[in-house]
């Protein structure tokens, strides 16, 4: 009877630990079931155990084209998201992935159309392509609004005073023999040349065609040949192997995923200075590396929001003890820091009723999201917003601390969607029959926070504001991966 692969208490490192010794579908499913239960759970740990198990998947498909395993990939993506909807760090990695394989199908169809297009070219032309001297070739097809419309036509396979010299013979400008040097074209008017449009007539419709226009319909281009898409993308994953180059850049991904903290907190010193009072969130591990970090070379005070109820235990342990790995656990081997107090700095924890209260105190808010949506938003542990709006209306900045894999290409149509509720009796106990019986209790676990409260999103690519984060998001993310379904 074969084993559990999850033995003990089951987290990410029971899973890591037994990934590769459990088959593919057993690993699928496992991690669906600990995404479930709130096993793993937080955006970085879901965010390591989908990559691991994403490479995982890619190393042992059996597929023959890259079609097949952007299928295969795609498939067991909108499992892992659908067993945990609102955790979408999950489908931020399956995202990536399915655009890495995309980046390296297009690079190897890149190179070997450089190198088909190579192979048509005469004998001479490799000699050409060495003298640095060569003008680079003009398009023959020039827009007659250009200025380049009544400029010289230079040929490809001469050297650049041999062709400007050549052309002193019938252009009125060129190359002067008696100055021996280049003389300007004289400037074109209405009389001079027909051609020239009046800038009143730019927006008007001409009756007959440009002469610069596309070729018509069923003409060939005299650079690309026909069939020459078709040969190289053919081509393509003969001479690129796919399934490598996709491995090597899922471990890649996996190598940004451990040192993202660091390099955040690489840009601490950037923004946080001496004798300032900073107000943060919850004991996030993001929050705790970039505070430790600024801790080195200055002194401030930070403000702790104790997050109750569902973030207040850790965050007191936080504080007292900073963090240490438990016994058994294999997770992170050096995630492991001390308290702010043992670096000196002076610590204050309060709850969240007296946030408004010492806001006119702080010079800064830092906040740590669970995932950054495209428009610039967050979604945040309970009380951020709040955090937020009271830090807007005494204009305090708003500092997001965010890895890009936390990053999602989603737009929050319907923020009520976003938030999870979590168990209603730690905010008023079931012993209380009377009163919960008469009313109906939340607790929502996040909040939504809009981009017009942020001031700054630190990322592990620098600061940015949040109406730039579509740049990123167009950068990181494919138009055809964003819907999985």
């Not at 451990?258 to 950037?270: F, R, W």
């Not at 999103?457 to 990123?472: E, F, K, V």
Request: aromatic content about 6%.
């Amino acid at each position: 009877m074969p084993s559990n692969p999850v033995q003990g208490a089951p987290s990410l490192a029971s899973f890591l630990k037994n990934l590769k010794q459990t088959e593919v579908e057993r690993s699928i499913e496992t991690f669906i079931s600990l995404v479930k239960r709130r096993q793993i759970r937080n955006s970085r740990p879901c965010a390591i155990a989908t990559a691991q198990l994403l490479l995982k998947v890619v190393g042992v498909a059996r597929v023959k084209d890259a079609g097949a395993l952007i299928e295969r990939v795609r498939k067991v993506g909108q499992r892992l998201v659908a067993a945990h909807p609102r955790e979408m760090a999950v489908g931020n990695i399956v995202r990536r992935v399915l655009g890495l394989i995309r980046e390296v199908v297009e690079d190897g169809a890149d190179s070997n159309a450089a190198d088909y297009s190579d192979e048509g070219q005469p004998e001479h032309s490799g000699s050409a392509k060495k003298d640095s001297f060569q003008r680079p070739g003009l398009s023959s097809h020039i827009s007659t609004f250009s200025p380049l419309h009544h400029g010289i036509a230079v040929p490809n396979d001469k050297p650049l005073t041999q062709q400007t010299r050549a052309t002193s013979s019938h252009s009125p400008s060129g190359w002067d023999r008696n100055t021996d040097m280049l003389v300007r074209p004289p400037m074109l008017t209405a009389t001079t040349s027909p051609q020239v449009t009046s800038l009143f007539g730019l927006l008007s419709t001409p009756e007959q065609g440009s002469p610069s226009q596309t070729p018509p319909i069923g003409s060939q281009s005299p650079v690309i040949k026909p069939g020459h898409f078709s040969k190289v993308a053919s081509a393509a994953e003969n001479k690129v192997d796919v399934k490598a180059e996709v491995i090597d850049g899922i471990k890649e991904l996996i190598d940004e995923l451990e040192v993202v903290d660091d390099q955040i907190a690489a840009y601490a010193l950037d923004h946080i200075h001496s004798n300032e009072i900073i107000l943060t969130h919850t004991s996030s591990q993001t929050i705790q590396r970039f505070l430790l970090t600024a801790a080195r070379k200055r002194k401030f005070t930070v403000v702790f929001v104790e997050a109750y109820p569902n973030d207040h235990e850790s965050t007191h342990d936080t504080i007292m003890r900073g963090h240490k790995k438990a016994e058994g656990d294999e997770e992170g081997g050096d995630d492991r820091w001390k308290a702010l107090t043992a670096m000196g700095i002076t610590v204050i924890v309060i709850p969240d009723s007296a946030i408004f209260a010492l806001m006119s105190r702080v010079n800064k808010v830092v906040l740590a999201p669970h995932s950054v949506l495209a428009n610039g938003s967050l979604i945040a542990a309970a009380g951020a917003q709040i955090i937020a709006q009271a830090a807007k209306v005494h204009q305090i900045p708003v500092v997001v601390l965010s890895g890009v894999y936390k990053l999602s290409p989603v737009y929050p149509f319907d923020t009520e969607d976003l938030i999870e509720y979590g168990d209603p009796g730690k905010v008023v106990g079931f012993e209380e029959g009377a009163l919960v019986s008469n009313v109906d209790v939340i607790n929502p676990i996040f909040d939504y926070v809009p981009a017009e409260l942020v001031d700054l999103y630190i990322t592990n690519l620098g600061g940015h504001a949040p109406s730039y984060l579509y740049r990123i998001v167009a950068d990181h993310y494919r138009v055809e991966d964003i819907n999985l379904s």
